[in-house]
């Protein structure tokens, strides 16, 4: 799951991100925290996969 996690200093300052995104870990795990559902998520982020909001949550547990 963490090969869709980058960490790049050329985007967004360094921060985790979801790869070949700008959405950053600590947004999606913010919404989460907040009440959002993963399907809300996905809908807000059509772009994303189920996988992407699964690995940010598996790297935030590391």
Do not use: F, W
Not at 25 to 46: K, R, S, W
Request: hydrophobic share 35%; aromatic share 4%.
């Amino acid at each position: 799951m963490l090969e869709r996690i980058s960490v790049d200093p050329r985007i967004c300052h360094g921060q985790a991100c979801i790869k070949g995104t700008r959405i950053p870990v600590y947004q999606i795990l913010h919404m989460l925290a907040n009440g959002d559902t993963i399907e809300e998520l996905l809908q807000e982020y059509p772009s994303l996969k189920q996988e992407d909001i699964l690995a940010c949550i598996e790297y935030a547990e590391n």
